[in-house]
């Protein structure tokens, strides 16, 4: 007889259901030793010598119990669980190679779990990569959407009275002024910028050394000086026209207010002006007020230094200048159609812008 390996510790005898099981046949050697459990019932009447029938099964044989281990071979055990998902047989487990078999099918079933695992774990990252941007609470900042075309605002003070004057130079109002000087009285400027882009300014006491009340003004036909109607004056108002559209005016008939609302805004924008602004401040006035300064030496410098203050709208609200204090008094009114000179022209010499010299003896 071939040496009968001992049965697996883990494996405990178990009946056989109500039916014989078909392929499975006990082999019992001579020596069998004391077979059955304690108190197990009677020998089965085909059961050989030795072999008894658990309590409560009187159909079935039971599958004998080795205590004789080194003699003894165990008849498997068949359950429902079968061989079908790679189990050894009871018999099998106690050679070398129902071993084998068994540590390959505890490996196959341990990489089927390991495999399992794995792709519930990367389907679930990949789920949260997909998922988190949308989320709730997710650590990346969110962005807030920009307006295109809309920059941001300018911080550097040159910057920031550039976009001022650049909104000065497109607005259309008729506004009223006082010039305040330090050694006479105050002044009504009146500021007329009409829709076709004519404009006129009217400055009491702007030739003459002050003796002369003027008005400058553009038209479609060019630059106008015009004598306004005074008492201080003899001579009835009159327009004298001194230069044509883009043609610089003369120094000495040149009376500077109306830069401040006509082609300084200009200057400002230009960012090869020789000029140093940095921002300030005026008492009384509205808005934003910048100090610019010419950075070079001129006989005729694009500009005169001083404050100027504007609104976001490009209203000029306030400066402060060589010739006096300038502010705004009220709100602008809406802008008309066109400008109407204040006289007729006329052929006669522009009003010089100083004093008239006594006459010599």
């Known amino acids: 007889m071939r040496p009968v390996s001992p049965p697996h510790p883990a494996v405990h005898p178990r009946r056989v259901s109500g039916r014989p099981v078909p ?6 050697p001579a020596r069998l030793g004391r077979l059955g459990r304690p108190g197990g019932g009677p020998p089965h009447p085909e059961a050989p010598a030795g072999h008894t029938t658990p309590p409560g099964d009187g159909t079935a044989a039971a ?3 080795v205590t004789d281990r080194s003699t003894t071979a165990v008849c498997p055990t068949v359950t429902d669980r079968g061989t079908a998902r790679g189990h050894s047989t009871v018999a099998d487990r106690g050679t070398a190679a129902g071993h084998a078999r068994g540590l390959a099918a505890a490996l196959t079933r ?10 519930g774990a990367l389907g679930l990252f990949l789920f ?30 040159r910057d ?23 050694d006479g009285p105050d002044r009504t400027i009146s500021v007329t910028r009409a829709m076709d882009g004519s404009w006129r300014v009217d400055i009491p006491g702007g030739a003459l050394g002050g003796q002369a009340d003027v008005s400058m003004a553009q038209t479609a036909e060019g ?37 401040l609302f006509t082609d300084w805004p200009e200057v400002f924008t230009d960012r090869q002006a020789p000029l140093a602004v940095s921002t300030a401040e005026l008492a009384g006035a509205r808005g934003h007020c910048f100090a ?44 008309p159609a066109t400008i109407a000179l204040p006289g007729p022209l006329v052929d006669r010499v522009p009003l010089s812008i100083a004093a008239p010299t006594e006459p010599t003896s």
């Open 223 to 259: 630059l106008f000086q015009c004598q306004l109607a005074s008492a201080g004056s003899p001579d009835p108002a009159g327009c004298v026209r001194v230069a044509g559209l883009g043609q610089p005016l003369d120094p000495g008939i040149d009376p500077r207010l109306q830069h």
């Open 160 to 182: 920031q009275l550039a976009a001022y004057a650049a909104a000065a130079q497109d607005r259309r109002l008729v506004a009223t002024y006082v010039l305040s000087v330090a």
């Open 128 to 157: 949260t990569a997909v998922a988190a941007p949308a989320g709730c609470g997710s650590g990346t900042p969110t962005v807030p959407p920009t307006t295109p075309g809309v920059p941001a605002p300018p911080t550097e003070p």
């Open 63 to 65: 599958h004998p119990t």
């Open 110 to 119: 341990g990489r089927r779990r390991r495999f399992l695992v794995v792709r």
């Open 292 to 335: 610019v300064d010419v950075t070079s030496a001129s006989v005729s410098p694009p500009l005169d230094p001083g404050i100027y203050c504007y609104e976001p709208d490009g209203t000029l609200t306030a400066a402060r200048l060589p010739a006096g204090d300038l502010r705004l008094v009220g709100a602008p009114a809406p802008a």
């Open 23 to 28: 392929g499975i046949t006990c082999r019992f």
